[in-house]
């Protein structure tokens, strides 16, 4: 904490030709009702981007290559000194108090460590997406189904109040997540935290487990609002850049051989391996440029066995609280009567 009792709060982007968002973003980013500091880690754009985002009084570090977004997020954060960070995409805008009210309620309930608010759908023009009864949701967290995939809690849905209450969820989207200092140093893996064989995609879904096997709780904070550009929806696979599918097929795998366990193994009978068949036929068949995902988990498999060894021995969480998550059904707790 500062000598005058405020949050030392660290902003976090990772960059990569966006051009087009980085500058609405950082502007709402410094319009925040509380201070912040930013950090902006460019992976080598070629559109301009670290030259708007200099614009602004944030740190800017350009990388030589395309190091990744979890390399990007953890090298941003490995020099620092924080009390929270922001990890934050350029293609998001917040209202002005919404890194006050996650800081807020991150505080008011016990053993919460990572915490999002209401994302609603953008365009990328700036606007809000509408549907007919109100504007489409794009994120009130993350949850797992059983068959190993994770969604965005109410993505692509209208926003009729039904996420009014501040909840636990199991995890929160990386598009703006909050994070306590003391919950990434708890989860970080040598110089990781957010796991850099991910490279981009998936990654908060992995660090949303591995923080429900630690036994931290995550907060969704519906007074908290902002909203964010999704690139990569859960429909239209054959319309996305084949390198973002690559890393997906790979990052499935990864994560499960990483924190799953009996209990879940259990719950998620038979939904997760007849998933399984589906992407194994679908890239033999219709999506072949995502071949080598299985050869780099093949590749990655002793440096992947380590880290569960790590995270299976640390665990603090009961197998059975950790399995009631995986729902075909999105799953939440009222966190009312949790407060510190």
């Known amino acids: 904490m500062r000598p005058s009792g405020e949050p030392d709060l660290l902003v976090s982007i990772v960059t990569w030709n966006d051009a087009g968002f980085i500058e609405k973003c950082l502007d709402s980013v410094f319009?925040?009702?509380?201070?912040?500091?930013?950090?902006?880690?460019?992976?080598?754009?070629?559109?301009?981007?670290?030259?708007?985002?200099?614009?602004f009084p944030a740190a800017v570090i350009r990388g030589g290559a395309n190091l990744g977004y979890c390399r990007g997020h953890n090298l941003n954060l490995l020099s620092e000194r924080f009390d929270f960070a922001l990890l934050l995409n350029a293609d998001t805008r917040l209202e002005p108090?919404?890194?006050?009210?996650?800081?807020?309620?991150?505080?008011?309930?016990?053993?919460?460590?990572?915490?999002?608010?209401?994302?609603?759908?953008?365009?990328?023009?700036?606007?809000?997406?509408?549907?007919?009864?109100?504007?489409?949701?794009?994120?009130?967290?993350?949850?797992?189904?059983?068959?190993?995939?994770?969604?965005d809690r109410g993505g692509g849905g209208e926003d009729r109040g039904q996420y009014r209450r501040r909840e636990l969820v199991f995890g929160i989207t990386g598009a703006a997540a909050l994070c306590r200092r003391t919950f990434l140093e708890d989860l970080r893996i040598g110089d990781e935290y957010l796991d850099e064989d991910f490279f981009a995609y998936r990654e908060d879904a992995d660090l949303a487990w591995r923080a429900q096997l630690r036994g931290w709780r995550a907060l969704y904070e519906p007074s908290a609002l902002g909203r964010h550009a999704r690139k990569v929806l859960p429909r239209g696979r054959s319309a996305i850049d084949p390198g973002i599918n690559f890393h997906s097929v790979k990052n499935r795998f990864l994560m499960r051989a990483k924190n799953i366990d009996a209990a879940v193994r259990r719950r998620c009978f038979p939904y997760m391996w007849l998933r399984d068949l589906g992407i194994v036929a679908w890239v033999l068949t219709r999506e072949r440029a995502s071949l080598p995902a299985f050869r780099e988990v093949r590749r990655l498999r002793p440096r992947t066995l380590e880290k569960r060894r790590i995270i299976q021995r640390s665990r603090r969480a009961a197998p059975r609280e950790v399995a009631r998550w995986f729902s075909f059904r999105p799953v939440s707790f009222p966190a009312d009567g949790l407060e510190t």
Do not use: C, W
Request: charged share 25%; no cysteine; glycine share 12%.
């Open 31 to 55: 319009a925040q009702s509380i201070p912040v500091r930013v950090k902006v880690f460019d992976n080598d754009s070629r559109d301009g981007t670290p030259d708007l985002a200099r614009r």
């Open 97 to 151: 108090d919404f890194v006050e009210k996650l800081v807020a309620g991150m505080i008011a309930v016990e053993g919460v460590g990572i915490a999002g608010g209401k994302l609603l759908r953008m365009t990328p023009d700036g606007d809000t997406v509408q549907g007919a009864a109100g504007p489409i949701l794009d994120s009130t967290g993350i949850y797992f189904t059983p068959a190993q995939r994770h969604f």
